[in-house]
């Protein structure tokens, strides 16, 4: 028999046959492992849920006319947006205001992709429906209350072209008025200046201005980090000259704030557990090689070496390190899992990287754990422990 | 020819002197018991003796070795390739079997071999007894264990401290017909023992008092004894040895030579030499 095979004999003999004290030892390592694996998958799958938390409160990128373009059209929408991976895009709203006429006071109509606007802007609250065809429209909560209308009536619009150079302080009656009836599917309360818009089509727009409709803002609603966002701006900046793309700070910088918060509580648990697993671990490795004196003394007195004593121990160790690890990174995953659906109500991404990661670090931890009291081992008197008497 | 050479050794500890100018001389083959009450320092001999311990003064020559001025790593060595313990309470690994606390000593050693530690326990009779952890093993057939262990390694010298001392009578005949078996395959046993009936058995009796060697006594029926003992004792003690039976069967056909070779302690030298030899050769080839 080759000594390695001896030696993994004895170390599984150990284990197996004094299952109550390394059960205790096996349990600390597999519930260091899980929370290690489980909070390193939370770690980097927090920006992605947390991503999507915060697409909630509306969109972080805007392009906007640069320089002296008078709008966007839709084929530099395209353009840009296409610089963005199309999996990291929640919503694209384009907007394009126009003042327009209810009996005769001006309003400012929004006109947009109500899909889009309904994406980037999940927070808005619609008393009725959202538009889905032309001829409806969504009309803002101060504008509704200062025309007495609800869902389901008509709605008058008129849309006058003002002429170049003439003055209306005479006449303040613009001139070729062009006036749309349309229903009111929906009141629109989100607590903001939007209460005083109403909201259009872009095909409805067109139809009642009769020009071809350039934006005049575009929203976007980017499921990605603040680097990568600075990316994508510079990237469509240097890329799409009619156009200047934005990042709407507000959104990106308590996006990435509250992440680095999170990402940082995240890891500090993560160290005071792999902490507490050591002590833990090395404290009942104190308490094995305080019961076990009498056979380290036996072992050195048929002749074994420090080195050997040492390596008897640390071996047993690694294995509980090995075996904890990888329960540990399995159970890790649902542990994940479990606070994942609690706390972000999705799934959590699987990491098959986590599984040699926890392994390797249980193994480590358990090692440097084992250091301390294994070495006292090797100071074992033989003749001391040995006495009969 | 002198295995252990003990010169004026004394150890100290602080203003006790536990072993007090010792000197004492075993030959290759002898079988020598140690007595004295508790504290006479007999543990703290058969620790210098067993290389776990070192001499405050005077020199300990063993196989012609001062193991007085050794360090630690060469007195570990030397514990491991020439000694073989064997403990009154035992010390078995509580965790692995029979064979396998007998191929720990192997594995310290040289090299684990499976099949010559059961034959080890064989020889101890107790080779149906080899998958048993200690616990499921009496303290009789735990100390054979313990002895299969310590001869596993084929020792110059086979130190036992009290080996018979939690034994009942039964298993007590069994472990001092072991001894016969190993004196006269020429090993050198060293007995440290409280009981007369152990010491009697015995070639020389030391007896140690407050540190110094007080006396000296020669077995004079050493002879005798043991080849009776010889006729009758690993047969009724149920031992299946083969060792064993050859020594009997040639008490039974041959008693006188019988007789000589137990005398003659040079000649268990050169028996030992040559064992040790071939094991030697074994070692190697593995």
Known sequence: ?389 | MSLLEIKGVSKIYGSLKALDNVSLTVDTGEWVAIMGPSGSGKSTMMNIIGCMDKASLGEVLLDDVDISKVSSKKLTEIRRDKIGLIFQQFHLVNYLTAVENVMLAQYYHSMPDEKEALEALERVGLADRAKHLPSQLSGGEQQRVCIARALINHPEIILADEPTGNLDEANENIVLDLFRQLHNEGTTLIVVTHDPEVAEVAQRTIILDHGKLVKEVMNENFNSQNAAANNSGSQENGISDSGSKKSAETTEENPEAKKEKAEDNGRKADAMKARGKTRKGSKSKK
């Open chain 1, 1 to 389: 028999m080759k000594k390695q095979n001896m030696f993994f004999r004895m170390i599984t003999a150990s284990l197996l046959r004094r299952r109550s004290r390394m059960i205790v030892t096996l349990l600390a390592i597999m519930v260091g492992a899980t929370i290690l694996s489980g909070l390193v998958t939370i770690y980097y799958d927090v920006p992605r849920q947390m991503g999507e938390q915060f697409r909630s409160y509306g969109a972080n990128m805007i392009f906007l006319p640069s320089g002296d373009s008078a709008g966007i059209t839709a084929a530099d929408t395209k353009k840009a947006v296409n610089v963005i991976n199309e999996k990291n895009i929640v919503g694209t709203a384009p907007y394009k205001y126009e003042t327009v006429l209810i009996n005769e006071r001006p309003v400012i109509a929004a006109a947009t992709n109500m899909s889009g606007a309904k994406a980037t802007s999940p927070y808005w609250y619609v008393n009725g429906a959202w538009p889905e065809k032309n001829g409806q429209i969504l009309v803002g909560k101060d504008i509704a209350e200062t025309y007495g209308v609800s869902v389901g009536d008509e709605m008058k619009l008129a849309y006058a072209e003002e002429d170049e150079g003439v003055s209306n302080e005479n006449n303040n009656a613009p001139q070729n008025k062009n006036e749309l009836a349309f229903t009111v599917t929906g009141v629109l309360d989100t607590g903001g200046s939007e209460e005083n818009y109403i909201f259009i089509s872009l095909e409805d727009m067109a139809s009642l201005t009769e020009k071809n409709t350039s934006y005049d803002m575009v929203e976007l609603s980017v499921s990605a980090s603040q680097d990568e966002l600075n990316d994508y701006a510079n990237k469509i900046n240097n890329s799409v000259g009619s156009l200047s793309a934005r990042l709407v700070k507000r959104v990106t910088q308590s996006e990435t704030t509250v992440l680095t918060k999170l990402q940082s509580l995240v890891l500090i648990v993560t160290i005071v557990v792999l902490l507490l697993t050591m002590i833990c671990v090395a404290t009942t490795m104190t308490a094995v090689v305080t019961e076990r004196r009498k056979e380290i003394g036996l072992r050195k007195a048929l002749g074994a070496s420090n080195k050997s004593i040492i390596g008897g121990f640390m071996g047993e160790g690694m294995m509980l390190g090995g075996i904890g690890g990888l329960l540990g990174s399995v159970l890790g995953y649902f542990f994940a899992e479990l606070v994942s659906r609690n706390v972000f109500n999705s799934s959590i991404t699987f990491q098959p990287l986590l599984i040699p990661l926890t392994l390797v670090a249980s193994v480590a931890v358990t090692a440097i754990a084992c250091l301390l009291p294994v070495r006292s081992a090797a100071d074992v008197d033989p003749a001391l422990v040995l006495k009969g008497e």
